[in-house]
């Protein structure tokens, strides 16, 4: 059963996953050489708590962290820490999640820390671009598989690999509910979307080959078993019969870049 929200539930979700696209941006400010994953995390425990809200990630299956930080060759579930340091060059990829009025919000976003090879800042931005594409397809009528496709083919289409043992999902009271939403398949198949569900769609997106390793050592870390880098961008989604209904925005992290500049 994929469980269908109403108008109400999914202002809730907005609520939500606004909260996390401003956290999002507030991190963002703090993104450069020299700061430590620990103090971004501590940065984004108190925006969160200050607007409201719990972190939705703290204490998930023991996650010890507000944010899920992951650097260079780590894709997804990098632990905040003190020793660890970011340094000019590097990419970050950022996730966040809060819990408020009993739902969830959920975003991911992977920046630039100073300059980066040309090759790293287009897979920044074809792993954004095809995230994209994901959601363009997120209609009523449409199946997960549409979704999937999207991403996979302008994923690959630019020399890139998708990661395929983490997926996205459908997002509510729970952080993780059905429909999984997987970052490859086949046009046409998987669940029919339809109106009233909310889904993340989350693609990772690997410089090279796709295989990762899940970490014996923290029991957390994702990272690529080439050792080259990898993106996650991720938006949640309400299924409208029109266009798609995007809880989560980026305009945030994009106005502080653009100051930045
Ligand atoms: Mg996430
Ligand atoms: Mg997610």
Same mark, same amino acid.
């Given at each position: 059963?994929?469980?269908?929200?109403?108008?109400? +539930?999914?202002?809730?979700?907005?609520?939500?996953?606004?909260?996390?696209? !401003?956290? %999002?941006? *507030?991190?963002?400010?703090?993104?450069?050489?020299?700061?430590?994953?620990?103090?971004? =995390?501590?940065?984004?425990?108190?925006?969160?708590?200050?607007?409201?809200?719990?972190?939705?990630?703290?204490?998930?299956?023991?996650?010890?962290?507000?944010?899920?930080?992951?650097?260079?060759?780590?894709? &997804?579930?990098?632990?905040?820490?003190? =020793?660890?340091?970011?340094? +000019?060059?590097?990419?970050?990829?950022?996730?966040?999640?809060?819990?408020?009025?009993?739902?969830?919000?959920?975003?991911?976003?992977?920046?630039?820390?100073?300059?980066?090879?040309?090759? &790293?800042?287009? %897979?920044? +931005?074809?792993?954004?671009?095809? %995230?994209? !594409?994901?959601?363009? !397809?997120?209609?009523?009528?449409?199946?997960?598989?549409?979704?999937?496709?999207?991403?996979?083919?302008?994923? *690959?289409?630019?020399?890139?690999?998708?990661?395929?043992?983490?997926?996205?999902?459908?997002?509510?009271?729970?952080?993780?509910?059905?429909?999984?939403?997987?970052?490859?398949?086949?046009?046409?198949? #998987?669940?029919?979307?339809?109106?009233?569900?909310?889904?993340?769609?989350?693609?990772?997106?690997?410089? #090279?080959?796709?295989?990762?390793?899940?970490?014996?050592?923290?029991?957390?870390?994702?990272?690529?078993?080439?050792?080259?880098?990898?993106?996650?961008?991720?938006?949640?989604?309400?299924?409208?019969?029109? !266009?798609?209904?995007? %809880?989560?925005?980026?305009?945030?992290?994009?106005?502080?870049?653009?100051?930045?500049?």
């Amino acid at each position: 059963m994929i469980e269908l929200k109403t108008e109400e +539930e999914v202002e809730l979700l907005r609520e939500n996953n606004i909260l996390v696209s !401003k956290t %999002l941006a *507030e991190v963002a400010k703090h993104i450069k050489p020299g700061v430590t994953t620990m103090e971004l =995390d501590e940065i984004a425990e108190e925006y969160i708590r200050t607007n409201g809200a719990i972190p939705g990630f703290l204490g998930y299956g023991g996650f010890p962290g507000t944010l899920c930080v992951s650097i260079n060759e780590e894709v &997804v579930h990098g632990i905040p820490s003190k =020793d660890r340091v970011l340094k +000019e060059g590097d990419i970050v990829s950022v996730d966040c999640g809060t819990l408020m009025k009993g739902f969830y919000g959920d975003s991911a976003f992977t920046f630039a820390v100073g300059e980066v090879d040309a090759q &790293v800042a287009k %897979l920044l +931005e074809i792993t954004k671009e095809s %995230l994209l !594409k994901g959601v363009e !397809k997120a209609v009523a009528g449409n199946r997960v598989g549409d979704i999937s496709y999207a991403v996979q083919q302008h994923a *690959e289409a630019n020399g890139f690999s998708v990661v395929r043992e983490l997926v996205g999902h459908g997002l509510g009271r729970k952080m993780h509910e059905r429909p999984e939403v997987p970052n490859y398949g086949m046009r046409g198949r #998987g669940p029919l979307l339809r109106k009233g569900m909310v889904i993340c769609i989350e693609p990772m997106v690997n410089l #090279g080959k796709r295989e990762v390793n899940f970490s014996e050592v923290d029991g957390w870390t994702v990272t690529t078993r080439d050792k080259m880098p990898s993106a996650h961008f991720e938006l949640a989604v309400a299924i409208t019969s029109g !266009k798609p209904d995007v %809880l989560t925005t980026f305009s945030f992290i994009d106005q502080i870049l653009t100051e930045r500049k």
